[in-house]
């Protein structure tokens, strides 16, 4: 794309005066549009390509330009979306279900695409609040909707926003569906080609609704539902800190654990409210220990057993034990769905409650213990893609084969877990509930979560699976990141002392899973590296997996491979 020509468009678009977007995100594009004039690198960045509408829809930096998220870039691609909906829907299914998180700019970006949606004739559902992620996909099936919408940036940092798409099972949009989806928002020009009402009028003309109150209390019904105790009594008043990290898991996360009984809760009170600026955390992913920190004080101060905490977009939870030394550890994504898997197969087992042909999913960056940790309870493991909408596919093709009772958990490394079809996308409230029943099930037991994950370890060896991101930012970051993945399919033999014993390109297919732009290496010592550059951000992911005699082993195994990986 010509910057200069989509710069100079903007700025004469932007001088009309009736641009029906919000007066003061205007006021901002037209001061960074003017602060552009004298900065061509700015610029060039802000207007050098559109941003990527990919299978997990829009995600970008806040601010003015056609790379950025703004109202414009979210109204034409509301529009392209309304009219694959128009195209391929009809009738009541013709209607779309809207969520937004606690990140700046989301409601506005969440009314914008209602009023888009209005205009063209697609019924759009609101919730009347911020809403988690689960929510959203929970009340596409409930609604019976055509699609979804779910404004957030999950845990990035606080410059940024995003737009995911969900389809008509409550999963995010597959390939397919985002390839037709993109060639319908290049049909719409930015300025010109988007149809628009009020907000106001859109709600007098019940094209636009909010949703009922009984849609969010089935949501929280459900997640009740997941309990394993199936009857059997545990001690409750386990003492828990909550994080929602100023995001939107604190009314669901803190409902679900007191309708079951868990009282002695304690919520963080600086990442209690909604806050897109994130005060207190740069990156609010729980995987982090920065991010972690705050919770970790006041768990400390108060002698909590465990600290929750969930994402901005409540579908990423994570959690720090008291470990017996008295320091709090910080339990990888790995770790907490081996656990999970454990906990759950071990209770259906003992309850005589395991199906017939039990099935749990995972990526493939996740953990090869699940598969040796499922398999020990008979329990057969599926690997799929990164990313959840590929566990949501296979939820789905259960359901439709009237399997859907055999699905156990799917996880991925990443913090996100999932353990029933209510939803298709993952469920940090889902989550959060399975951990504390965990966690106050074994303590009933006098077993401490330390010392189950160390049994585990012993009988299947110690795993570490360590993740480092590599940025590239801009135009010239996207080229090198191109580079580095020519580079390497042009052969590995090696990583270090590490010899690769077999590489598997999943860019020319493997199996039956969809081609993705990811390289992995099994390597001897059962060893693993697998790198790809990110669906969502401007990075490259390298994930190692080494197992030694202890984590300690492990943990310097993975450091040494790490070391001989020159991206």
Known sequence: MDYTDNYESWLEALNDENIPYDMKELMSIRSELMKMAQDNAMKEDAFYRELDFGTAGLRGILGAGTNRMNSFTVAKATQGLANYVLNNYEGDRRSVAISYDSRNGSENFARVAARVMAASGVKAYIYKELMPTPCLSFAVRELECAAGIMVTASHNPPEYNGYKVYNEEGCQITSKAASDIVDEIKKVDIFTGVKTVSFEKGISDRLISYISDSVYDKFIEHVLSQSHLFGEKVDKNVSIVY??????????????????????????????????????????????????????????????????????????????????????????????????????????????????????????????????????????????????????????????????????????????????GYVRDKDAVDAAFLIAEMFAYYKTKGISIEDRLTALYEKFGYRVNPVRSYQYEGSAGLKKMNEIMENLRRGVNAFGDYKVLETLDYDKGIGDLPKANVLQYKLDDRASVIIRPSGTEPKIKVYVSTVGDSRADAEAKAEKLFDSIKL
């Open 243 to 420: 994080s929602p990290l100023n995001g939107t898991g604190l009314k669901p996360v803190v409902r679900a654990l007191s309708e079951s009984g868990y009282d002695n809760i304690f919520v963080v009170p600086e990442q209690k409210d909604p806050d897109g600026n994130f005060p207190t955390c740069h990156f609010p992913n729980p995987e982090n220990r920065d991010t972690m920190e705050l919770g970790i004080k006041y768990a400390k101060e108060r002698g909590a057993d465990i600290l929750i905490a969930t994402d901005p977009d409540a579908d990423r939870c994570g959690i720090a034990i008291k470990s017996k030394s008295g320091d709090y550890a910080l339990l990888s994504g790995n770790e907490i769905g081996i656990l999970l898997i454990d906990y759950l197969c071990a209770r259906r087992q003992a309850t005589d409650k395991m199906p017939a042909n039990p099935i749990v999913v995972k990526s493939i960056v996740t953990s090869d213990m699940v598969e040796e940790v499922a398999a020990s309870y008979g329990v057969k493991t599926i690997t799929v893609l990164t990313g959840f909408k590929y566990i949501g596919e296979v939820m789905a093709k259960l359901e439709r084969e009237g399997r859907e009772d055999d699905y156990i958990l799917g996880f991925e490394e990443s913090y996100g877990y999932l353990s029933a």
